[in-house]
T-cell receptor
Framework: AQTVTQSQPEMSVQEAETVTLSCTYD???????LFWYKQPPSRQMILVIR??????QNATENRFSVNFQKAAKSFSLKISDSQLGDAAMYFC???????????FGTGTRLTIIP | DTEVTQTPKHLVMGMTNKKSLKCEQH?????MYWYKQKAKKPPELMFV???????INESVPSRFSPECPNSSLLNLHLHALQPEDSALYLC?????????????FGPGTRLTVT
């Protein structure tokens, strides 16, 4: 079974600084997508970024970028120039092959310090 | 338009009540999902509909009854719930269920069972 691990339950970063959230996963598949979701205190889950495993280039969306290490099965999220609005719970998610479900990590709660 | 809407935003119900949660998307997605989320935890999958047919039931108690009247609508009928069913209920949609693409989430319904 596929597993997703987020080893940092909580993190904090000074406003305008850079922070990296880690995520590792386990799979025997070779082609798949990986996702980072953000859930602010207002609760709506928002897709932050998507990475396609067959693409060597790391995905980037404005201040959000990933460091995808396929061999190491690592998928970390880097947030540059952190803003107060980035405060949220961040979940990485990975497809559970064989039953078409998304497996979510346990989440990292990010606090932005003004 | 990448919006999934859910009503109501909040719901308080007694253990003998019958109520329904509603979800709507107009993105042309053919897969729709119900999740249950407890505080500070990742979403837990409950049901998956693919092309308006129930595809996955994660062994959810029968007091939860899903319904997909058409490709844009998803309902969750609630009856004889228990206090431990109090949670945030999230609806999501995606293009199809396989391959596993990103899912778009609604804002959720905060359910309290008294």
């Amino acid at each position: 079974a596929q597993t997703v691990t987020q080893s940092q339950p909580e993190m904090s970063v000074q406003e305008a600084e850079t922070v990296t959230l880690s995520c590792t996963y386990d799979t025997s598949e070779s082609d798949y997508y990986l996702f980072w979701y953000k859930q602010p205190p207002s609760r709506q889950m928002i897709l932050v970024i998507r990475q396609e495993a067959y693409k060597q280039q790391n995905a980037t969306e404005n201040r959000f970028s990933v460091n995808f290490q396929k061999a190491a099965k690592s998928f970390s999220l880097k947030i540059s120039d952190s803003q107060l609005g980035d405060a949220a719970m961040y979940f990485c998610a990975f497809p559970n092959f064989g039953n078409e479900k998304l497996t979510f990590g346990t989440g990292t709660r990010l606090t932005i310090i003004p | 338009d990448t919006e999934v809407t859910q009503t109501p935003k909040h719901l308080v119900m007694g253990m003998t009540n019958k109520k329904s949660l509603k979800c709507e998307q107009h993105m042309g997605h053919r897969a729709m999902y119900w999740y249950k989320q407890k505080a500070k935890k990742p979403p837990e999958l409950m049901f998956v509909y693919s092309y308006e047919k129930l595809s996955i039931n994660e062994s959810v108690p029968s007091r939860f009854s899903p319904e997909c009247p058409n490709s844009s609508l998803l309902n969750l009928h609630l009856h004889a719930l228990q206090p431990e069913d109090s949670a945030l209920y999230l609806c999501a949609s995606s293009q199809v269920i396989t391959p596993v693409y990103e899912q778009y989430f609604g804002p959720g319904t905060r359910l309290t069972v008294t």
